[in-house]
Structure formats: structure tokens, C-alpha cells
């Protein structure tokens, strides 16, 4: 099955310093990656996928993510981080093939601290 | 305009009850899914429905069962709830099966 993996349970960041939120994926084929974010007692939220194309990809917020096939790797960036992106992120990976119902397999999600 | 909602946000029952819990999209997409986000945030695929074809992960109980009524519908009904049952349980809906998933505001489920 398509899987991914975020390392860091936790990653803290201060106001307008750049961010990376990081993402490695296990895959047979090419890979759907989904970046979504969470904020407290709320849903998900899309922020940007990577289907194929340009390795980077612009999303919402001004997110960006890079897709890295050597590495395997879907990593989250955001150039300026606000103490408004704290919120927890998942990095998910479309399943293929029979009964998978094209779901998402997501990661465990990474907690991001913006302090003032 | 909501486009993926869901009802009620909060359920609290007693464990052996049945409950349902509904879900709208007005995206006009589909493909609906359910996902079950316990208590350390991780997220695992439940059901996914596409043109009255319905994948169910094997792990989840038969117990679970999902109810289409229509294209813009997809509840979930629980029998016999166990305390385990206990979690956020998250609706979604795609256009055809490859594209964007987009999520409802979820509905907490906790089972005495």
C-alpha cells in the first residue's frame, strides 16, 4: 500500500522565520501527495497536492511544497511563518489499486509552533 | 455556503446505543468517504463510495454500516457502540476518485 511518513511530532518555528514541515512517502508508481492542515476542533483543510508536473507546488496560504523523487520526499514549506499556521499538518498519499477506494493514507501529523 | 457538513458536531451516548451521523456535500461530486481520527490524531480511511460501489476497510467492524440515500448523502450508522468507538469521525467528498478530497468540520463522537 501507499504510505507516508512524517518524522517530527512537533516542530517549532518563530514569527517570519521560514518553515519546513517534512514528508517522505513509499509508493508503487507515481505518487498522489496531499498536504492538509488542521486547526483546533476543526476539520482538514486542502493546502496544496502534487499529481505530476512542476516538483513545486504552490498552495493555499502561501504554502509551498517540494516533490523530490531521489528522496522521496513531499516537503511542507512556508517562507514567512505566522503565529496564525500554528496547527497540526498531515501529509497523505492517495491508496491505488483494488479495494482501496482511492483513499487517503495519511501520516501521523506534525504539530508546528509559530511563537511570537 | 457550507460545502461539506455534517450533523450533529457532538454525540454523546451510553455504549450499546445506535447512533447515525449524516453527511451533505452541495460540491456536486461523487465519491464520498468516511475516516476515523482517534485520540492521537491519527487519520484511517473507514468507507469510500462511488456510483453505489462501496469499499469498506476490512478493519472496521461490521457494526459500521454507510447509508447513501443519494449522490449528495453519504451517513454512517453505528449499532451497538463500544467505548472504543470513541473519536472524531470525519466525512469527505471528491470529484471522481483521483481528485482533491474535501473535508467536513467533523463530528466527536464519545461513548460512556
Known amino acids: 500500500a501507499q504510505s507516508v511518513a512524517q518524522p517530527e511530532d512537533q516542530v517549532n518555528v518563530a514569527e517570519g522565520n521560514p518553515l519546513t514541515v517534512k514528508c517522505t512517502y513509499s509508493v508503487s508508481g507515481n505518487p498522489y501527495l496531499f498536504w492538509y492542515v488542521q486547526y483546533p476542533n476543526r476539520g482538514l483543510q486542502f493546502l496544496l497536492k502534487?499529481?505530476?508536473?512542476?516538483?513545486l507546488v504552490k498552495g493555499s496560504y502561501g504554502f509551498e511544497a517540494e516533490f523530490n523523487k531521489s528522496q522521496t520526499s513531499f516537503h511542507l514549506k512556508k517562507p514567512s511563518a505566522l503565529v496564525s499556521d500554528s496547527a497540526l499538518y498531515f501529509c497523505a498519499v492517495r491508496d491505488i489499486g483494488p479495494n482501496s477506494g482511492y483513499a487517503l493514507n495519511f501520516g501521523k501529523g506534525t504539530s508546528l509552533l509559530v511563537t511570537p | 455556503d457550507t460545502a461539506v457538513s455534517q450533523t450533529p458536531k457532538y454525540l454523546v451516548t451510553q455504549m450499546g446505543n445506535d447512533k447515525s451521523i449524516k453527511c451533505e456535500q452541495n460540491?456536486?461530486?461523487?465519491?464520498m468517504y468516511w475516516y476515523k481520527q482517534d485520540s492521537k490524531k491519527f487519520l484511517k480511511i473507514m468507507f469510500s463510495y462511488n456510483n453505489k460501489e462501496l469499499i469498506i476497510n476490512e478493519t472496521v467492524p461490521n457494526r459500521f454500516s454507510p447509508k447513501s440515500p443519494d449522490k449528495a448523502h453519504l451517513n454512517l450508522h453505528i449499532n451497538s457502540l463500544e467505548l472504543g468507538d470513541s473519536a472524531v469521525y470525519f466525512c469527505a467528498s471528491s470529484r471522481g476518485t483521483t481528485d482533491t478530497q474535501y473535508f467536513g468540520p467533523g463530528t466527536r463522537l464519545t461513548v460512556l
Open positions: 460540491l456536486g461530486h461523487d465519491t
Open positions: 502534487y499529481i505530476t508536473g512542476d516538483n
